[in-house]
């Protein structure tokens, strides 16, 4: 399922993405992008990828600019942390210092803002695990395939 936002999301995305961007810096958090592009460019992904989810389970997405453990609340009230790749065989990656609290689960969306397509998750304790850990050029992380028995496609559970 390809789910793009459309103009006022779009807008609502920049416009939080330059937020959360100039506060986490001034926070002093480490911009831990994995490849080539800017961290702007990251941080929109990023919140265009967490609003896309939101839409696509009907909840309202965390417009907030503070760096947090959790990107939202399902409407069950489960947790979850939205990781976002351009690439279409990427991996659900999650830092080395993530711990099983900080979420119940992380979702992989594929693409670039503003257009995603939601592919999986696999639980925290499954991801956190110590099974998945590799470096794909930028030191040590959880990295999972998408073709683990862990990582659950939503293809196969009956969304698209």
Known sequence: MIIELDETEQVIAKHLAGRRHNNNRARGVVDRQMGPQSSVATDLNGIGAEM???????????LGDRPGKEDGTTA??????????KYKNGRLLAVLNKRKEDCEFYVLMIGEFPRYTITGYASAKELLSGKYIDDLGHGKGHAMKQTEPAFVRFKDIGIR
């Not at 069950?76 to 790749?85: F, P, Q």
């Open 52 to 62: 896309v989810f939101a839409k696509i389970f009907n909840v309202y997405p965390d």
């Open 76 to 85: 069950k009230g489960s947790t979850y942390d939205v990781k976002t790749t």
